[in-house]
């Protein structure tokens, strides 16, 4: 069965540290994403991956499609990025239907 | 351009009743996809299009039917609401190939009483 785990499911930090979310996936993906749910539902793509290491301002996605998992680091938190965050994985190449991990809820403390 | 678009933003159906979802995207993108997501759980697909006048289910389709008449449209529309339909429902868009990054609508929180 294609699955996406998300590690943890909760995540509180103090503004200024160092935040990891972790994606963990069963089976081999073409491609996957990571997205933002903003505390008013709205939901925005931050990146897309099939290999090595993505970076926009403060935040860097990596995947090692060997162990297949993929992490998110947020570097120097601030209050704004408390969101939920979401993997999603593409399976195979003849498909774009994605397969969405149940999220990590962070909350950033000043 | 305005994105992904959707219609109502909230809507309470009492069981039985019927109604449609609108979905409207202005970035010509020939993909597009329903969500429905559940406290607690991961979005889940309800149908999606792979372009105009073409559309298949998703994993979770029963209760629910879509057209896609048009690239820019493609409705949602509930027959005999039930309590399990309860839930915020997730219009998307893509663009086929490489470029396959969704973008969202707003959703439309929908409360089945």
């Known amino acids: 069965k294609n699955e996406v785990e998300q590690s943890p499911q909760n995540l509180t930090a103090q503004e200024g540290e160092f935040i990891t979310i972790n994606c963990s996936y069963s089976v081999g993906i073409s491609a996957l994403h990571w997205l933002q749910q903003h505390p008013g539902g709205g939901i925005v793509s931050l990146f897309m991956?099939?290999?090595g290491k993505k970076k926009h301002g403060r935040l860097i996605a990596t995947i090692n499609i060997q162990e297949k998992h993929s992490s998110l680091h947020i570097t120097a938190s601030h209050p704004r990025d408390s969101a939920v965050y979401i993997c999603a994985v593409r399976f195979g190449m003849d498909t774009d239907k994605l397969i969405f991990g149940t999220g990590t809820r962070l909350q950033v403390f000043p | 351009n305005a994105g992904v678009t959707q219609t109502p933003k909230f809507r309470i159906l009492k069981i039985g009743q019927s109604m449609t979802l609108q979905c409207a995207q202005d970035?010509?993108?020939?993909?597009m996809y329903w969500y429905r997501q559940d406290p607690g759980m991961g979005l889940k697909l309800i149908y999606y299009?792979?372009?105009?006048?073409?559309?298949d289910k998703g994993e979770v389709p029963n209760g629910y039917n879509v057209s896609r008449s048009t690239t820019e449209d493609f409705p949602l529309r509930l027959e005999l609401a039930a309590p399990s339909q309860t839930s915020v429902y997730f219009c998307?868009?893509?663009?086929?190939?490489?470029?396959?990054?969704?973008?969202f609508g707003p959703g439309t929180r929908l409360t089945v009483l």
């Open positions: 970035m010509n993108h020939n993909y």
């Open positions: 299009s792979v372009g105009a006048g073409i559309t």
């Open positions: 991956l099939s290999s």
């Open positions: 998307a868009s893509s663009y086929a190939g490489d470029y396959n990054e969704q973008f």
